[in-house]
């Protein structure tokens, strides 16, 4: 399974950086932000290959874990 790291550029008229992701898209897709650009910066095909602990942190363990969501 591939894993991507996806770069997006978004407008709005409020400080996203302390939004949540759900809360960002949501105003996304009632038209109070405006996503300009998507860009893909990486992809892996095992998480254990990504290097930043809050990317790691989504699949739920710390480097060595990560195999496991493999199956």
């Known amino acids: 399974m591939a894993y991507y790291k996806v770069h997006i550029e978004l407008w709005c008229n409020w400080d996203?950086?302390?939004?949540?992701?759900?809360?960002?898209?949501?105003?996304?897709h009632?038209?109070?932000?405006?996503?300009?650009?998507?860009?893909?910066?990486d992809v892996v095909d095992r998480p254990d290959e990504i290097d930043d602990e809050a990317a790691m942190s989504f699949f739920g363990g710390d480097m060595g874990d990560a195999e496991q969501s493999q199956g």
Do not use: W
Not at 16 to 28: F, G, H, K
Not at 30 to 41: K, P, V
């Open 16 to 28: 996203a950086a302390s939004s949540s992701l759900d809360e960002i898209v949501e105003n996304t």
């Open 30 to 41: 009632i038209g109070d932000a405006i996503c300009t650009r998507q860009e893909i910066m």
